[in-house]
């Protein structure tokens, strides 16, 4: 079951990861909300007693950049709001227009939903949406154990006095600088490729063990590990890209 008007930008397994451009997308998810008894999204709900479609809805009529987790069944499992809050800078030199400053989005907020928590759900839902939004990013984590976690595992760090990103009323933020944004998802990739690249992963194991075996590997098989690795190829660890080749070069295959 897809969701009308969601852009998908990355899928790991049965998990889309993309951009809900209507509010009318918001629709076609099946939001989980906790209760007694049920697991589901809760903070909102419990802290300013905001229903969650209101809460999405309001988001892109905002004009916020709201991205989504889903499932086939098109189960919400993660969302995360950014507000632009900076204009890249462009500037014209000899005809050629350059960017010489990236826009600022504000990370409004991100939640997973708890049953899908500490999968790295969270983590690659952010990464897709900062590469897709080519910009520097700034969030104010609202305890100690989440700006631990934007430190340790998404490369943001304190905003220095001197920092001219971005204002001066964001000095207690947390910034992830775009030249870190714009490698974030490829750096997550090379660390859990699994997690990012499931299907070639399994793919791969799945051929070199038939092949360690001494078993038979069918044409169509290696055509489809070759064909998860060129959509993937761009987020491939150099070694492991360096192994695959290796192994698909003992083949002819054409596609």
Request: hydrophobic letters at 40%; charged letters at 25%; proline letters at 3%.
């Amino acid at each position: 079951m897809s969701v009308k008007n969601m852009s998908v930008l990355h899928r790991a397994g049965n998990v889309s990861y993309g951009l809900l451009g209507s509010e009318s997308a918001v629709d076609d998810l099946v939001i989980e909300v906790g209760r007694t008894g049920l697991s589901g999204f809760n903070y909102f709900h419990k802290k300013f007693g905001m229903p969650y479609e209101f809460l999405l809805k309001r988001s892109i009529s905002s004009g916020h950049a709201l991205f989504a987790a889903t499932d086939d069944n098109a189960r919400l499992l993660g969302f995360a709001r950014f507000e632009k809050i900076a204009d890249e800078v462009e500037r014209i030199h000899r005809g050629k227009k350059n960017v010489v400053k990236r826009p600022v989005y504000l990370l409004r907020s991100i939640e997973i939903h708890p049953s899908f928590r500490h999968v790295g759900i969270g983590r690659l839902l952010f990464a897709i949406a900062v590469e897709s939004l080519k910009s520097s990013v700034i969030t104010l984590p609202d305890n100690f154990q989440a700006a631990r976690f934007f430190r340790e595992k998404l490369m943001f760090r304190t905003i220095s006095e001197n920092d001219c990103t971005v204002s001066a009323r964001y000095k207690d933020y947390l910034l992830l600088s775009y030249p870190k944004a714009r490698v974030l998802l490829k750096t997550i990739a090379e660390n859990y490729p699994r997690m990012v690249m499931p299907e070639l992963i399994d793919s791969y194991e799945s051929l070199m063990f038939k092949s360690n075996m001494g078993k038979s590997i069918s044409r169509r098989d290696l055509i489809r590990f070759k064909e998860l690795l060129e959509s993937s190829i761009h987020l491939v660890d150099g070694k492991l890209l360096k192994e695959m080749n290796s192994f698909l070069n003992k083949f002819t295959v054409k596609s």
